[in-house]
Structures are given as structure tokens and as C-alpha cells.
């Protein structure tokens, strides 16, 4: 495994680093690669085999998945490159641990790797660092924990515990040093109502960060100014995008045990789903066991009966006419069918960012497909866990 390595890396990858100005990736989109990256792995859940990780076949997957600067791939390449009877550079960031590779690490790994080629755009006032800073102290908890018995963490047969005091701790430290101070109150929120000295296992931990990944998106953007319209686009059709909280599903009712304490309103942490209004109509796309039905539904804007609306981004007028909606709308309609539906792949994100093409007023948001894009994972990452973790949050049998 050599230099050359670094130089598979997608050139789409590193076009879309280089987006908007050429400043690199953000955070989010970072975490958002390594978590794709993660589950092309085959993991189980929050871990996965060391051995199997460690392999020439997987470490080049990653190393292809890494977005990088071309004036950086020698230096990404270094991070690869094996030497006899060594393991690489990369591997030794993972911090293997009794035969496993725990998520937060690779996400730590794969994130700090993307910065030794370039490729993160150089942002502090940004929550997605904040987390990853959140991420890493709490990594040094767990870490400190195995010389100091008298942590807030516990360590119990080769399995890490954070308390509850310990975690609110943190997430106070995070709000004094933050630009978004209330992001990190709201946070903490999520934790009240449970004792101080419960524990959390390092599954839930990671459960709650990659939950707090997508909010911190929907939070800096809360407050997005809607486009001034041209005279031109003033008479076209207002076309704007609704986002939910998948609050009423029951696998992510499931999720919200831990994300969120009772009384908290909006659930702070899930999976997300969005939905297109144009023409006093808003359009989305789900899932359907039968072949015969379509995926695509037309509901009243923002009351989908199994979500909680969340916020609005506009996204202009279209120049299309009404009869132009109406056969966009049912050439979808024969394109989505429900049972064509996948959580990750083909979802209700990736309807409404088709659909708004076709009005031409552009893709959606990318940080709305990213928000998406991993709440889903965090499901499909408790699905695939070890039956104990998944009836500790919440799955009690295989069938759920």
C-alpha cells in the first residue's frame, strides 16, 4: 500500500470540497463521508472487527473515501503506507481496543486525516467542530477513566461508561466556549429528568453526538433569510421546502427514549424528512409495502400526520406553469413507487431535491440532505449493533 493510494480518492469528492469559494468540507460533511464509509465496512453497529479493519482491501476503501487536496496526497498517502511488521499510521489513530475499533475513533481518525489533506475548510465558529471537540474530551474521559477510578467514567468487562453528571458536564464546558451557547443548553435539556450518576454506554454517547450532528445543522441555519424575489420571479410559483422531526415513527420513537427527555418539546435529535410545497401543495415521498401504490401523497403544507414540522426554507419561484406541476408531479408519481423507498438510498431528501430540479429552482440544501442523511444512519447503526445494545436503546427483538 503506497503513495498512490491517496490519488483514488473521487475527484467528485474533492469538486464538492471545493465548492463555494474553494475553502474545503465542513465538518458535517465529513462526518456524513465517514459514517458512508463506515457502513461500507460492515460493521456491527458501533464497532467493528480490528483484524478486518486492519486489512490492505478495507484500509484502501477508506483511504479512496477521503476527500484530499491533490497538493496533499502524499502526505494522506503517508498515513497508509505499510512497513514490515508495523501497522499503519492510519490504523494506529483508530485506538483498537480488545479486538475492536470503536465508531468514535474512526470518526476522530477519518476526520483528522481529511485535515492532513487539506480538505476541511478552516471554520472554529462552526458547531460541527464544536461537536468534534465535544467528541474528543469525551474520548479523553473514557481514555483518563482506565488510570483514575474516581472518574466520572466507568470501565466494566472492556465496556466504557460515561455518567450523566459527567456528559452535562461536558456539554456545559461546551456552551461557556461556544458561538452557540443555546445549541448546547438545548442539549443538555435532552438529558434532564435522568439521575446524575446513570450511566451511559458509549453506544448511547455516540447515539446522542451523531444526533446533535444533524441539529446543529438545522440550527445554524434557523435562521436563513429567504431569497428577495426578482420582478420576474414574482409572478412565478412560490416553491418552498418543508422539514420534519420523524417523530411518530415507532423505530425513531424508539431513538427519542434516549435523545430526549419527556418534556422536551421537539424531540432535540432523530431522524429528519422533508417535503415540497408548491401551488398551496406540498408533495413528499415514503415508504409502501404495496407495489401498486404510489410512494408520492399530496397533504395540506406542514401537517404530515407522522411528523413534527420543524422549519421552512425557501427556495424561489419557479417558472413553471401550473400545467408544467402537474406533469412533473405525475411523471414522480411513476417514478417513486413505496416499495422503491430506502432509508438511505432513495428517501423522501432525495425526492424533494428531484422534484425541485425539475421546477428549476435548484437542488435542495445540501445541509438538508446531510441532516437526513445521518439521522438515518444513526437507525441503521442501532439495527445492525449486537442484540444487547439494541434492547439497551430501546430495540427489544430482532423483529423491531
Known amino acids: 500500500l503506497s503513495f498512490a493510494i491517496s490519488l483514488h480518492t473521487p475527484k467528485r469528492v474533492w469538486q464538492r470540497a471545493m465548492a463555494g469559494g474553494g475553502q474545503g468540507l465542513n465538518s458535517g460533511s465529513v462526518a456524513e463521508a465517514a459514517l458512508t464509509t463506515w457502513f461500507e465496512l460492515d460493521p456491527e453497529g458501533y464497532a467493528i472487527d480490528a483484524a478486518s479493519i486492519s486489512k490492505t482491501p478495507s484500509l484502501r476503501r477508506i483511504a479512496a473515501s477521503i476527500p484530499c487536496r491533490p497538493a496533499a496526497a502524499a502526505e494522506l498517502g503517508r498515513l497508509f503506507a505499510e512497513a514490515e511488521g508495523e501497522s499503519t499510521i492510519f490504523y494506529q489513530m483508530l485506538r483498537p481496543q480488545d479486538g475492536k475499533v470503536q465508531f468514535l475513533y474512526f470518526w476522530k481518525a477519518f476526520a483528522e486525516a481529511a485535515r492532513i489533506a487539506g480538505a476541511v475548510a478552516i471554520d472554529t465558529e462552526n458547531l460541527s467542530v464544536e461537536l468534534e471537540m465535544l467528541r474528543d474530551r469525551i474520548l479523553r474521559c473514557v481514555e483518563e477513566a482506565l488510570l483514575d477510578d474516581t472518574s466520572s467514567v466507568g470501565t466494566k468487562a472492556s465496556k466504557t461508561e460515561l455518567s450523566v453528571g459527567g456528559l452535562q458536564q461536558e456539554l456545559g464546558r461546551a456552551s461557556s466556549m461556544s458561538a452557540y451557547p443555546e445549541f448546547w443548553q438545548k442539549a443538555a435539556d435532552c438529558l434532564k429528568g435522568r439521575e446524575e450518576a446513570e450511566s451511559l454506554s458509549l453506544e448511547e454517547v455516540t447515539t446522542l453526538l451523531l444526533s446533535w450532528l444533524p441539529d446543529a445543522s438545522l440550527f445554524e441555519h434557523r435562521t436563513d433569510a429567504p431569497p428577495t424575489p426578482t420582478p420576474a420571479q414574482a409572478g412565478g410559483l412560490r416553491v418552498l421546502l418543508h422539514v420534519y422531526d420523524v417523530s411518530q415513527e415507532s423505530s425513531i420513537q424508539k431513538i427519542n427514549k434516549v435523545l430526549a427527555y419527556k418534556h422536551f418539546p421537539l424531540k432535540f435529535g432523530g431522524v429528519f424528512h422533508a417535503g415540497v410545497e408548491v401551488n398551496a401543495m406540498e408533495w413528499c415521498f415514503g415508504f409502501s409495502a404495496s407495489k401498486t401504490h404510489p410512494g408520492v401523497?399530496?397533504?395540506?403544507?406542514?401537517?404530515?400526520?407522522?411528523?413534527?414540522?420543524?422549519?421552512?426554507?425557501?427556495?424561489?419561484?419557479?417558472?413553471?406553469?401550473?400545467?408544467?406541476?402537474?406533469?412533473?408531479?405525475?411523471?414522480?408519481?411513476?417514478?417513486?413507487?413505496?416499495?422503491?423507498?430506502?432509508?438511505?438510498?432513495?428517501?423522501?431528501?432525495?425526492?424533494?431535491?428531484?422534484?425541485?430540479?425539475?421546477?428549476?429552482?435548484?437542488?435542495?440544501?445540501?445541509?438538508?440532505?446531510?441532516?437526513?442523511?445521518?439521522?438515518?444512519?444513526?437507525?441503521?447503526?442501532?439495527?445492525?449493533?449486537?442484540?444487547?445494545?439494541?434492547?439497551?436503546?430501546?430495540?427489544?427483538?430482532?423483529?423491531?
Not at 413553471?320 to 423522501?348: F, H, K, M
Not at 439495527?383 to 439497551?392: F, L, N
Open 297 to 400: 401523497s399530496c397533504i395540506q403544507p406542514k401537517t404530515h400526520p407522522q411528523h413534527h414540522y420543524r422549519q421552512t426554507v425557501d427556495m424561489g419561484y419557479t417558472k413553471c406553469s401550473d400545467a408544467d406541476v402537474i406533469e412533473i408531479v405525475t411523471q414522480l408519481l411513476e417514478e417513486y413507487p413505496g416499495d422503491d423507498y430506502d432509508l438511505l438510498r432513495r428517501n423522501c431528501c432525495h425526492f424533494a431535491d428531484d422534484f425541485t430540479r425539475r421546477l428549476g429552482v435548484g437542488g435542495i440544501p445540501g445541509w438538508v440532505m446531510r441532516l437526513a442523511k445521518v439521522g438515518a444512519s444513526v437507525d441503521s447503526m442501532i439495527q445492525s449493533a449486537p442484540k444487547p445494545i439494541r434492547q439497551r436503546l430501546g430495540y427489544g427483538s430482532d423483529s423491531d
